[in-house]
């Protein structure tokens, strides 16, 4: 993996890599790749399905009103008001 794809990925995954860890970083993405590709490699056109779309394996959902809103809110790591406040996951200005 070169650096500039090394780069791409430390800025959308916002994970804070050293220079001294690009390398080993990587490699294991390599690694990893090299076994994504040896998966592809499997032939399962025999083999049959373990559960069919149409079964009917999901439950029913239904909604049910929760009275504390207060003590959820309280388990909050960040709150605004009375809304959960998350960091930004994409800012926008990422781009390949």
């Known amino acids: 993996m070169d650096g500039k794809t090394m780069d791409?990925?430390?800025k959308l995954s916002k994970v804070d890599i050293s220079d001294d860890e690009k390398?080993?970083?990587?490699?294991?993405?390599?690694?990893a790749q090299k076994?994504?590709?040896k998966l592809k490699e499997v032939h399962v056109d025999e083999m049959s399905l373990l559960a069919?779309?149409?079964d009917d394996i999901f439950r029913e959902d239904?909604?049910?009103d929760f009275d504390n809103k207060e003590a959820l809110l309280d388990e909050a790591h960040e709150k605004y008001g009375k809304y959960f406040s998350i960091p930004t996951v994409l800012d926008?200005?990422?781009k390949s």
């Open 8 to 10: 791409y990925i430390k």
């Open 35 to 37: 076994y994504l590709n």
């Open 62 to 64: 239904t909604p049910e």
């Open 52 to 54: 069919d779309i149409s």
């Open 92 to 94: 926008g200005d990422i």
């Open 23 to 31: 390398g080993e970083t990587a490699d294991y993405f390599d690694e």
